[in-house]
């Protein structure tokens, strides 16, 4: 396995990208950073408080995990409002099901746990397992990540009494000035590498070249001369639907995306 030396990655995530930079920089890398996602947190929203006191008003059947700083966000919000025993105490007489470990890890940490986790760590495998368990008249909790899930719909269809909490969103960072030095860079090719992190910054800079006019530029480049890089299927997605190649690791973690990324592109 050989160093990073002499080789430029770009990096959109912005949740714990100081961790994926510093990785990557101790092998070796030049990292070039442009968000291309930033993470809007909801404690004072109202609609995630309603959210709320609608899953309090009556006991949930089920609830579906499908994220771990989501969930762990959520709690955080109710802590802040004085209902985070009574939140607990209803989750906790509900069935669990999480979309892998990070779900799974933020169920325990606050004292539950789950009836089952998604071994493939997908939202497809998740909703396919909450249907399969029979969710017609019941109370459906649903914890969204950074936008809505086209998959609730099905639970919805089945007869679900569906409860959808969006404890954070995502939007455009304010300042777009790195993301479009990092497609320049991209298409100059003096960036070799991009590393992926969520699907929705996968979309986004995607986006950005649609509106500067360079998208089949940019799909070019990935295609032939510029690897890219994701932690997994989901995050790869925006990628596999315009036929661009992508490394992805075993496991979804930002530890063995580094790995990879050592392995293929050191020396």
Known sequence: MGDLRGVTIGVTAERRADEFIGALERNGATVRHAPTIHIVPLPDDLRLRAATDDVLAQDVDLLAVTTGAGFRGWLEAADGWGLSDRLLATLG?????????????????????????????????LFAHLLATGVEGKRVAVQLHGSPLPETQALADAGARLIEVQPYRWEWPADLAPAYR????VLDRQVQALAFTSAPATSNL?????????????VRALKSDVVCA?????TAAPLTAVGVPTLQPERQRLGALVKLLVAELGG
């Open 230 to 234: 994701c932690v997994g299927p989901v």
């Open 182 to 185: 990092l497609l320049d860079g």
């Open 206 to 218: 995607l986006s950005l070249a649609r509106r500067r006019g360079s998208y089949d530029e940019l």
């Open 93 to 125: 007489r509900a069935r669990i099901f999480t979309r892998g470990p990070k779900g799974k890890g933020a169920v325990r940490g606050r004292g539950l746990s789950e009836a089952w986790s998604a071994p493939e760590e997908s939202n497809r495998e």
